[in-house]
């Protein structure tokens, strides 16, 4: 997958913001949280995802080849992992996991703030 699919992906998630920071990362927001933190390769492909998963999820993908704790976040106890290839998580995968990531951090907001982007019913 290229940063460019990678990123439509990501523009399609209802409220999600973009950003470009923390040198050259593409990192994508909910209501100001980051739920995914990508970077590419010189041919613009993806090269690397760092997404936010479950305690359990965390302690499973860890171990595969292919996926790491997400460094600075992972090392502070956060349930971050980065993907850096394909060899166990295939791009569909990937995002799926990133739809995950999207919904756990949104359900992290304040009750208000999920109610203003329609998260929430009030």
């Not at 997958?1 to 409220?15: R, T």
């Given at each position: ?15 999600s913001t973009y950003v470009v920071q923390w040198g050259g ?89 999920q109610c203003e982007l329609g998260l929430l019913k009030t």
């Open positions: 997958m290229d940063l460019a699919q990678f990123n439509a992906f990501c523009e399609y998630l209802p409220h990362s593409h990192v994508w927001k909910i209501g100001g949280k980051v739920y995914v933190i990508a970077g590419g390769d010189a041919e613009g492909r993806l090269a690397r995802a760092s997404f936010k998963v479950s305690r359990m999820g965390f302690d499973i993908l860890k171990e595969q080849p292919g996926l790491q704790g997400a460094p600075h976040l992972a090392s502070r106890g956060m349930s971050w992992i980065q993907r850096t290839t394909d060899e166990t998580m295939s791009d569909e995968e990937l995002l799926s996991y990133i739809r995950d990531s999207y919904m756990i951090v949104s359900r992290g907001l304040t009750k208000k703030l």
